[in-house]
């Protein structure tokens, strides 16, 4: 069985403070998905990134930049220089990769909280 | 953006009752999927379904029914509503074919049950 943890369920921080986000994965298969998304106040889920178990070069994207370590099973998050509009929760999610459609299981979230 | 719409966006129900969300897409992918939303579990597969009337069970399925008679509708029906299935119900497609394809979700679904 496949299994997603988010230890942290609350981080609070102030504008500009960078924030990791801590994902750790179990899983047998040798190929799979695993995913970010963000849920802002709103509600809605917004896709973030997606990366392959056979890529783990770190990823930079404008504030946001990913750490993927396949020897410790963990997809890390990082907000560089935190603004008040990254309030939101945040799921970090894996994918098996079958032919037959491929079914999600979610962290459970960590809310991040950034104050002005 | 899937084009997905999920109906209703919020609904309260009475212990017992039989509800049924809807979930409908335009861009006639295969793959849907239902989740539940709840507080420190993140989502969770109730059901998915991988083609007309092709659909199978997830992680947390026991309390709904699910029916696909066309490519766009997918069904989620509560069949004797209970107050655990207050939750935040959230659709989901995937693009494309297999593990190529990402993931889009509704807009979702508040259901409390009293």
């Known amino acids: 069985a496949q299994k997603v943890t988010q230890a942290q369920t609350e981080i609070s921080v102030v504008e500009k403070e960078d924030v990791t986000l801590d994902c750790v994965y179990e899983t047998r298969d040798t190929t799979y998905y695993l995913f970010w998304y963000k849920q802002p106040p709103s509600g809605e889920l917004v896709f973030l990134i997606r990366r392959n178990s056979f890529d783990e070069q770190n990823e930079i994207s404008g504030r946001y930049s990913w750490n993927f370590q396949k020897s410790t099973s963990s997809f890390n998050f990082t907000i560089t220089a935190s603004q008040v509009v990254d309030s939101a929760v945040y799921f970090c999610?894996?994918?098996?990769?079958?032919?037959?459609?491929?079914?999600?299981?979610f962290g459970g979230g960590t809310r991040v909280l950034v104050k002005p | 953006d899937a084009g997905i719409t999920q109906s209703p966006r919020h609904k309260v129900t009475e212990t017992g009752t039989p509800v049924t969300l809807r979930c409908h897409q335009t861009e006639n992918h295969r793959y849907m999927y239902w989740y539940r939303q709840d507080p420190g579990h993140g989502l969770r597969l109730i059901h998915y379904s991988y083609g007309v009337k092709d659909t199978d069970k997830g992680e947390v399925s026991d309390g709904y029914s699910v029916s696909r008679s066309k490519t766009e509708d997918f069904l989620l029906t509560l069949e004797s509503a209970t107050s655990s299935q207050t939750s935040v119900y959230f659709c989901?497609?995937?693009?494309?074919?297999?593990?190529?394809?990402?993931?889009?979700f509704g807009s979702g679904t508040r259901l409390t049950v009293v």
């Open positions: 999610a894996l994918s098996e990769a079958r032919a037959a459609g491929n079914k999600l299981t």
């Open positions: 989901a497609v995937q693009q494309g074919q297999g593990f190529l394809g990402g993931y889009t």
